[in-house]
Structure formats: C-alpha cells, structure tokens
C-alpha cells in the first residue's frame, strides 16, 4: 500500500518560472489528500498525469493567497467533470467563507464541499481505519495548522504454520491479530511475538507550513518518517524570517533534529534566492538528511516490518 | 513601436498539461494590456520573460472561472512586487464585486483597482494619444464583451527637403504633419502627398471569446489585421457548441471571411479533441489565413506605410 507525497507546488508567495506556489499531494491509505492548493495545481495534476477526480479531501494550512489560489480552479474542473460525490474540504474558519463566495460569482457546484475546521477539543480532523489526520496550530501572521499524516496499526500478519499446529479457532485469531498472547487448553501461554510477523511500521507525514520557528512543534511531530517544514528564508535573512513569521532553512533542520524525525523535506522558498541549493546546504548543518524540494518530485515510504524475520 | 500579442493561454474550461486557461497579453501603444486571466497568467508571465508590472490595464471578457481564475494571484503578486500606481480593470459588471472580494478574504492591496465596465452609450473603453479600445457584446450564456484595439493615427512624417526647399514655418509644419495642404505665399496650393511620407496603417487587434457564432460581430470588426475567435468546438460537435454558446473552427473561418480580416488566430479549444491540428484543417476551408494558437506564440504586426514610396 503507497504512501507516498508528490510536490506539485515549492515556491513561497511569488511563483518562478519553476516553481509554482504551494500544493503538496499526499496518497495514503488508499486515498489522495491534496495539501494546500496554490495557484496552478489543478495544471501539476495534468501534467503530472495525476487524475483530479480521485481527491475527496483538501486541506488548507491558511489563508493566504499563495495556499489557496488554485481552489477555484480546482472545484470549477472537479464540476466540470462531472463530480458528484462530496468534496471534504479542511482547514482554519476563514476558509468556509471563501469557498462559499465560489457560488455567489461562478454558480453553484454540482457536488456538496463538506467543510471542517479544526477544534480545540479535538486534535484530529480526520480519521478512518486506515490513517488519521492530526491538526497542528501553526505560528503565522493569520490562523494556520500544519498536519499529521499517521497510519492506523494494521492488523497483524499470523504465522501460518503455527497457528494450524495449535488449531486456533476463529475467535482466538481475531484475537491474536488484534495482539493478544494465545492461552491454550493446557493454560499455557503462547506470546504473540510467537504467532504473528512483526507488525508494520506506521507511516507518517506532516506538514509545516507557513510557521516561525516553533520548538513545540518539536513535539507535535517527533519521530515522524517525512517532514516538510517551511523554509522561507536563509539565517541572513533572520530578520525578515521573524518580521513575516516565516523560518530559514536553518531553524527548519534545527526543529527537524529536535523532533528526530527521519527526513526532512524543505521548500517554499522565497523567489528572492536564486540558487535553491543554498536551503540545503544551509540546513544540513544542522539535520544531514534534508533535500529541497522541487515541483514533481516524489517522495515514498515503503511498508515496513518492525523488525527483520 | 510595437504590435504584439503573446498567447498567455489557449486552454477553454478545462486546462491540459501544456495548455493555461485563456489569457492574452497585448504590447501597442507602448503599453501592456492583459485580455483575460485564467489561472496560472502570471506563471506564464514569468515563464516568458514577461514583467507582470508593465502591466496597468486588465481587460475581462466574462465571469466564467477560466478567464479569471488567475486575478487575484496577480493582484497579489503585483502588491508584493510593490505596486503603488492604479491598475485599470475592465468588464462586466459581475466583475467588481468579485475583484472587489479579494480584500474580504486577503487583506487591503497597496494600489487602487480602478474599476470600468462598457456602458451603452460609448464603445470606447478605453482612448488615449495612441490607441482605442471597443467594448463589443458578445452572444455566450452570461454578458460577455470582445475587445477591438486599434491604433489611432500618428503625426505624418514630413518629406524634409521638400519642407526646406520651401522655406515652411513652424505653424505650416503642424499642419501639414496633421494632413493639410500648404499654400505658398503665390497663392498655389502643394497638395499634402507631396510634403508628407505616406501614413502609417492604423493597426488593429481583436478578440472575440466566448461567443456563439454572430454574422453581426462582422461588422464590428471588419478589416482588422488580426482577429483572434473563440473555436471550442469542431462542426461535428456543433451541437454542443449550440447549446454552450460557443462556436465551432468553421464558425470563427467564416466570421473572419465575412469580416475581411487580414489573419485570424483560433484557439480555447476544447480539452476533448487530441488532436488541436483538426481546427486548423476545419478553418482554413473557409479562411485559409487561420491560425490554431498554443501558449507562447508571439503574433506581431509590422509598423508599415499605407503605401510603397
């Protein structure tokens, strides 16, 4: 089963000529979930050969142009071919009122836009059996939640031959899969370590941007697979980093540390910088497994046992 | 002085991997002019070399999202390249309000939007020193305006040793350069021809999307140099044209036949056709100077004298 993140978007505010704004596309848990949607991804998902139809939830880190522009578009072509079913769409209050004035200038869509925002009670915003979705407050000018993409346990794999040699019945093996030790007629107890492979490792991604530097968010995220952190600026540019609420690709890496987390990605880079290396170089010091990102990169996380057989 | 029309985008609703939305990016009379906006214009800006803050007048064909999408990431984006000066925005009334919402959702922009829709009473929407623009209803499912640029007619350039050789003042001079005659102190009147080099032809452009097929857009548009119309559809599919209000390749050929027109340039082709030669193959058999456009193309009219020295 994929998990797997395609950059369909790595500039900041201002789009290069290679770079559009930002819009991250996430397929996990049999499912594509579209993660801020700058101006122009509706035109990476063609061009990446990338079927809009199949995404039934975007989620949007906050309201700034460069996060949203694209949604329009996006939702005329989803109506245009002729989409029917619900589109869940995610992220801070004020986005409820714009994707509502879609109606008021360019018609009603042809399909309901099941809007949700995230709760103080309740950190996650999305859950199903597969994965769940955590919101994360963010540190921005305007209300902004990064996201955390995290794998539900599967149910374990049982060893075959061990299971028939002790004759399981159907009840104890939804038990033992479940993770439950095995305690047989005699009272002896079989640990489940004996009648299961190891169990997968639980993929995930999150997604942090636009924020300043945040140590907390050290918290939020720890031990994730795959971050993507916003790097705005290089440390030269510290100060306007901190006027915007924004982060240099230093205090990227630096949080990246903090968390433990296996890799880092970076991105929204401001188009002020015109050799992107620079972002890498910059916050390798500090985490050595970063890479910048690059509209139509892929990024995948295998599925993985816990431990080797 | 330049005449230049850069095709932004040839896309119609849905854009393709190598097609934007529609946008149209006029150089005459020394100024930018932007007809139509679809999503992702100011990518395409950039990827051309294009500097988005030439750019002052804004002129929109229509409120359907594929001729639009893409004002309010340039608004933004000029506000962050510091854009203090107005931007002049033209169209249907539909559309003041909805440039009017970007502030509501996205924050005051440092420059004003000035706002003009055609009226009933005057054709001309916009006029200075060089140039005119008509405003010309179109026949498409909401109210829909067409754009004819036309250059006005410049200073004639006065044969120098004739002027000499006759010893003109500088009031004379004026009036020869506007057309008149001269009368020598004998009383013998030297025809303008004689003093002037023939006059520059006043060169046109007009754009024509989205309309149904009207034999009376011909008038308005007769002789220009350049007439780019809409052609969503091939004649086998007139049908649908029909019922959306667009025309079909053999429409627009026999609209600039009828029109006289010089070239004429084709495109908002549908996604549905593969092949976007066949518009081409359908037009030419009604007018043979017909153009299918894709993104990029450049079209330019020379600077030429209405007749050979």
């Known amino acids: 089963?994929?998990?797997?993140?395609?950059?369909?978007?790595?500039?900041?505010?201002?789009?290069?000529?290679?770079?559009?704004?930002?819009?991250h596309l996430l397929h996990a848990g049999e499912r594509f979930f579209l993660i801020?949607?700058?101006?122009?991804?509706?035109?990476?998902?063609?061009?990446?050969?990338?079927n809009p139809s199949r995404i039934h939830h975007i989620l949007i880190s906050h309201l700034h142009g460069d996060h949203v522009f694209g949604l329009f578009g996006l939702l005329s072509t989803l109506g245009m071919m002729g989409r029917k079913v619900p589109l869940h769409l995610y992220g801070p209050q004020s986005l409820e009122a714009f994707s509502d004035s879609y109606s008021k200038f360019f018609g009603s869509l042809p399909f309901d836009l099941e809007f949700k925002s995230p709760s103080e009670d309740d950190d996650f915003i999305f859950e199903n059996d597969k994965l769940t979705i955590e919101a994360i407050p963010l540190k921005h000018r305007i209300?902004?939640?990064?996201?955390?993409?995290?794998?539900?346990?599967?149910?374990?794999?049982?060893?075959?031959?061990?299971?028939?040699?002790?004759?399981?019945?159907?009840?104890?093996?939804?038990?033992?899969?479940r993770g439950d030790d095995f305690v047989d007629d005699s009272g002896e107890r079989i640990p489940n370590s004996q009648l299961t492979l190891p169990p997968f490792h639980r993929r995930s991604y999150a997604y942090l941007s636009d924020t300043q530097f945040d140590p907390e968010l050290?918290?939020?995220?720890?031990?994730?697979?795959?971050?993507?952190?916003?790097?705005?600026?290089?440390?030269?540019?510290?100060?306007?980093?901190?006027?915007?609420?924004?982060?240099?690709?230093a205090e990227a890496a630096t949080l990246a540390k903090?968390?433990?987390?296996?890799?880092?990605?970076?991105?929204?880079?401001?188009?002020?910088?015109?050799?992107?290396?620079?972002?890498?170089?910059?916050?390798?010091?500090?985490f050595e497994d970063t890479t910048g990102v690059n509209d139509g990169d892929i990024y995948s996380i295998p599925l993985e046992r816990l431990s080797g057989e």
Do not use: W
């Open 258 to 286: 903090l968390a433990g987390v296996k890799k880092l990605l970076i991105g929204h880079f401001s188009s002020r910088y015109k050799e992107p290396l620079l972002f890498e170089t910059e916050a390798r010091e500090f």
């Open 143 to 177: 209300p902004a939640y990064g996201y955390l993409f995290r794998e539900k346990m599967k149910p374990l794999n049982v060893r075959k031959e061990q299971i028939e040699a002790m004759g399981l019945g159907r009840a104890d093996l939804v038990k033992v899969k």
């Open 36 to 50: 801020d949607c700058g101006e122009g991804t509706q035109i990476r998902l063609r061009q990446y050969g990338l």
């Open 218 to 249: 050290a918290k939020k995220v720890k031990g994730v697979d795959l971050l993507f952190h916003e790097a705005t600026f290089l440390e030269r540019d510290k100060k306007l980093a901190d006027q915007t609420q924004h982060s240099t690709a």
């Open 1 to 23: 089963m994929s998990f797997e993140l395609t950059i369909l978007g790595s500039s900041a505010a201002l789009p290069t000529s290679k770079r559009f704004p930002t819009a």
